[in-house]
């Protein structure tokens, strides 16, 4: 299997180094310092098996609304490339004083565009989601698990819950269908 030769994450020192930090934080996980990680996403590693061999999980977990979310976005982004020939992703900038930069005329029309086709996903309910775990055997770094499980958040008791399972293969993903509404939406909703 040539998946081993290059790649670090299957190194035995790499993984008594890992197993060395593990045991020292008390935790089975080490999480992957990143600006990405929040309440409802995070990046670690944990040790577990694969093909009779110990390997270095790289894994991210995030929950099904932010995975919804993004789905939306993907769309939004692609009707709005078509809807405008120079769409480009907007950046939004800061001026000298931390405040954020005006858009362009251009770019506020695109933003109102893809708002409103989100808003109007949510509303019909076009994307749905479930919960996975994709494995990525071509991963730089030991195997990538991508994970989305139905959870409000990421945290240390959803994390271990995870990395248990999985290592024991009892893990049972939730193949009901979601779809969320934006949490502005909801909360306009209770109001009324």
Do not use: C, W
Not at 19 to 48: A, C, H, M, T, W
Not at 141 to 169: A, P, Q
């Amino acid at each position: 299997m040539t998946i081993y030769l290059k790649n670090e994450g299957f190194d035995s020192k790499e993984i008594n180094k890992l197993r060395g930090e593990l045991k020292q934080s008390g935790k089975p996980y080490k999480i992957i310092e990143s600006e990405d990680n929040s309440e409802e996403y995070v990046n670690f590693y944990f040790i577990g098996m694969y093909e009779g061999r110990e390997v270095i999980y790289d894994a991210v977990i995030y929950t099904l609304r932010l995975h919804h979310s993004s789905e939306l976005y993907e769309i939004a982004e692609h009707k709005a490339a078509q809807k405008f020939p120079n769409y480009k992703t907007i950046n939004y900038n800061e001026d000298e004083n931390g405040n954020m930069a005006p858009l362009s005329n251009e770019e506020e029309e695109i933003g109102l565009f893809m708002a409103e086709v989100i808003a109007d996903l949510e509303e019909e309910e076009t994307v749905k989601v479930s919960e996975h775990v994709e494995i990525d055997l071509h991963h730089d770094y030991g195997i990538g698990l991508d994970i989305g499980l139905n959870v409000e958040v990421v945290d240390d008791t959803v994390i271990r819950k995870f990395i248990k399972e999985y290592n024991d293969d009892t893990l049972k993903l939730d193949k009901t269908l979601y779809s969320f509404m934006s949490e502005d939406d909801e909360d306009f909703d209770e109001e009324d």
